[in-house]
């Protein structure tokens, strides 16, 4: 597609139980990014990848959160145990990587998760 | 001190005024500069970067960037109701790639 596609676009689950929400970017898109958004924040940095490394992680709150990119394009960002405080829209953008910049990043529609 | 600080809002101006947003940062290595604007409920959209000290204007839209202040604003002429959203600074901070959003401005205009 044209543009960043995530799944699930909602998701409900228990607390304790295990997530995954999946990351689609723009195709030629080197650089991928998550973010959490709670209501009335601004996006909350996560995680950002360049190819298949993640260049920084510096935002994952805790080993609960784990993010994969294997072939350098889809990415999937990974919640053990889920916690209430998990819950929030969890957002993911993709960029270009030219002249050592980044940072034009384009989301996607996110994933909102609720944990119970 | 939070990396990317802006006032939360809201600010509210009158159809066809200028609107003014601010934001200021921490880190004086900072490179990339970033407004983006976010309806209710949908995902924060570029709509302009600046990368060098002065002016860069795009439309109704101009973004100014004083590196030795730390301060980057964005100004928004003849101001429509579409405008109202929240607008969220970003700033590449820790070195060229990693992307800090402050926390938003809500703007209102009023018709």
């Known amino acids: 597609g044209a543009g960043v596609s995530q799944t699930p676009s909602n998701k409900v689950t228990e607390k304790g139980k295990y997530v995954e929400l999946r990351c689609d970017p723009i195709?030629?898109?080197?650089?991928l990014y998550w973010y959490r958004q709670s209501l009335g924040q601004g996006p909350e940095f996560l995680i950002y990848?360049?190819?298949?490394?993640?260049?920084?992680d510096s935002g994952l709150p805790n080993d609960r959160f784990f993010a994969v990119r294997p072939e350098g394009s889809v990415s999937t960002l990974k919640i053990q145990r889920t916690e209430r405080g998990d819950s929030a829209v969890y957002l993911c953008?993709?960029?270009?990587?030219?002249?050592?910049?980044?940072?034009?990043?384009?989301f996607g529609e996110g994933s909102r998760l609720t944990v119970l | 001190q939070k990396e990317v600080e802006q006032n939360s809002g809201p600010l509210s101006v009158p159809e066809g005024a200028i609107a003014s947003l601010n934001c200021t940062y921490s880190?004086?290595?900072?490179?990339?500069f970033f407004w983006y604007r976010q309806y209710s409920g949908k995902s924060p959209e570029l709509i302009m970067s600046?990368?060098?000290?002065g002016d860069k204007e795009d439309g109704r839209f101009t973004a100014q960037l004083n590196k030795a202040s730390q301060y980057v604003s964005l100004l928004i002429r003849d101001s429509q109701p579409s405008d109202s959203a929240t607008y969220l600074c970003?700033?590449?901070?820790?070195?060229?790639?990693?992307?800090?959003f402050g926390t938003g401005t809500k703007l209102q205009v009023i018709p």
């Open positions: 953008a993709s960029s270009l990587f030219r002249n050592g910049y980044t940072g034009e990043l384009f």
């Open positions: 195709s030629g898109h080197t650089a």
């Open positions: 990848f360049q190819g298949t490394g993640a260049a920084d």
């Open positions: 880190d004086r290595v900072s490179q990339s």
């Open positions: 600046i990368y060098s000290n």
């Open positions: 970003a700033v590449t901070t820790g070195g060229y790639q990693k992307v800090t």
